[in-house]
Nanobody
Framework: QVQLVESGGGLVQAGGSLRLSCAASGSIFSLNTMAWFRQAPGKQRELVAGTSGGRTNYAESVKGRFTISTDNVKNTLYLQMNSLKPEDTAVYYC????????????WGQGTQVTVSS
């Protein structure tokens, strides 16, 4: 069974930075087919950043500010968040999928990110 454990969330002022980590364990997964999602109060869950086949993609709202990366030795997925805005406030989730064309089926517990104005 695949398990994803997140850390790094917290409270930060607008303009600040945070780095989220997602430690992956188990089998039937790949760090190359993983993503970060977020869900803010009253809003739908949205894909923030993803990686697949060596490529990365970002939501328009975070392009130029967020960076997704992997460390295969540590088996960890990261999300570096810079120039944070109050609208970035949300619960952030790490997710994985067995194949690039499939759905995300493995999820972390989520970590709260709060950006004050």
């Amino acid at each position: 069974q695949v398990q994803l454990v997140e850390s790094g969330g917290g409270l930060v002022q607008a303009g600040g930075s945070l780095r989220l980590s997602c430690a992956a364990s188990g089998s039937i997964f790949s760090l190359n087919t993983m993503a970060w999602f977020r869900q803010a109060p009253g809003k739908q869950r949205e894909l923030v950043a993803g990686t697949s086949g060596g490529r990365t993609n970002y939501a328009e709202s975070v392009k130029g500010r967020f960076t997704i990366s992997t460390d295969n030795v540590k088996n960890t997925l990261y999300l570096q968040m810079n120039s944070l805005k109050p609208e970035d406030t949300a619960v952030y989730y790490c997710a994985a999928r067995p194949v690039p064309w499939g759905g995300y089926v493995y999820w972390g517990q989520g970590t709260q990110v709060t950006v004050s104005s």
